[in-house]
């Protein structure tokens, strides 16, 4: 698992991964840790991080962790994502712990927690998909 996470941070397996700097830092047996930056174009008027770019950013990052629970043979085809917002996040760093709920052949399901610098919980995500087989596997 850890192999193909860390394949994020050499190839980046996206142009939103790049963009949110998405960087796998390491994998307990449980939980994938990533560090990410929300740079100044994602906020809102209010000059917080705009709720989409929260969902777009945990949705890459539980992405990967399931792609990385498929050794790489699978890829999620999303089903649902449910989102849930627990505080206003500021620009800048912020991390990601995420937490394989189910891999099996007809459907994955994925948590992802959103963290800000000081370590509080800014968003959780639910995200379920179809495991598909990439084009280019």
Not at 65 to 78: C, N
């Amino acid at each position: 698992m850890t192999d193909v996470l860390a394949r994020i941070n050499r190839d980046q397996f996206g142009a939103t991964m790049r963009w949110f700097q998405l960087r796998f830092v390491q994998n307990d047996g449980v939980e994938s840790v990533f560090s990410l930056t929300f740079p100044a174009e994602s906020l809102n008027p209010m000059g917080f991080v705009q709720g989409g770019m929260i969902a777009a950013a945990l949705d890459d990052a539980t992405s990967a962790t399931m792609i990385a629970g498929y050794e790489g043979s699978k890829a999620p085809l999303t089903t649902d994502l449910h989102m849930m917002f627990h505080r206003s996040l500021p620009k800048g760093p912020a991390s990601v712990r995420t937490k394989i709920i189910r891999l099996g052949n007809r459907i994955a399901t994925c948590e992802g927690r959103l963290f800000d610098p000081e370590g509080r919980l800014v968003a959780t995500l639910l995200h379920s998909a179809q495991p598909v087989t990439p084009p280019n596997a």
